[in-house]
C-alpha cells in the first residue's frame, strides 16, 4: 500500500502521545484523529520529551494566562486508541503556529533509508489546549519510564543491581526501590 506523500488532519479532535511495553523496552506512539482519519507514527522518546517542551514554550509566548486550562488537560483521556497500526517511523519532527487560526501544527515527516529520499509527511493541527493537554501528556509519559542513576543520569534496569560508570575507582551499586 502507497501512502499519500502528504497527511493533513486540519483540526485534529485528538492527538496523544503514549507508550507501549515495559520500561527499558517501550516504543513510543504519536496519535491523532480527525473525524475517521486516525494516523499513528512511531517515534522516539527523545522526539516525545523535546515536542513537550517546545509545545509549552510556544504556548508561554503565545499567552499568559495557562492556569485555565492546567486542570482541563486532566479531564481529556488521551490513551492510544486501539488497535496500534503505525504508518511509519518518524525521523523529523517540527512545530508551527497560524496566527491567523489560531492553531499549532505538529510536522512529522518520515524516516527514509536515503537521504535525497523524500518520504511521507503527516501535518498535525489543533487548537491550544488540545497541545497543551498533549505536552502535558509527552511529558508524564517521558518521565514514567526507568528511574535514573543519580551519579550517572543512566537509566536504572528494573529489579537489577546499576553499578555507576562514575564511581572513581570505587563501585557505587544503586539498586532501585522495588515498589
Known amino acids: ?24 523496552q517501550r516504543i513510543f506512539y504519536l496519535q491523532a484523529a480527525q ?24 504556548l508561554e509566548q503565545l499567552t499568559e494566562d495557562e492556569a485555565e486550562t492546567a486542570e482541563e488537560r486532566e479531564l481529556i483521556n488521551l490513551d492510544l486508541i486501539r488497535p496500534v497500526e503505525p504508518l511509519f517511523r518518524a525521523g523529523r519532527l517540527g512545530l508551527g503556529y497560524d496566527e491567523t487560526e489560531d492553531k499549532l501544527v505538529i510536522m512529522v515527516e518520515e524516516l527514509t533509508e536515503e537521504e535525497e ?5 503527516v501535518h498535525i493541527w489543533g487548537s491550544r489546549d488540545l497541545m497543551a493537554a498533549l505536552a502535558h501528556k ?31 575507582g570505587r563501585k557505587h551499586i544503586f539498586k532501585p526501590d522495588e515498589d
Open 35 to 58: 473525524g475517521d482519519t486516525l494516523v499513528t507514527v512511531v517515534i522516539e522518546k527523545e522526539h516525545a520529551a523535546a515536542l513537550s517542551v517546545a509545545i509549552r514554550g510556544l
Open 138 to 168: 509527552a511529558a508524564f509519559v517521558v518521565a514514567s519510564g526507568r528511574p535514573l542513576c543519580p551519579l550517572c543520569a543512566e537509566p536504572i534496569e528494573p529489579g537489577e543491581e546499576h553499578v555507576c560508570v562514575r564511581g572513581n
Open 117 to 121: 529520499e523524500e518520504g511521507t509527511r
Open 1 to 24: 500500500m502507497s501512502l499519500p506523500k502528504l497527511i493533513e488532519l486540519s483540526q485534529a479532535d485528538f492527538v496523544t502521545i503514549d507508550t507501549i511495553g515495559p520500561p527499558g
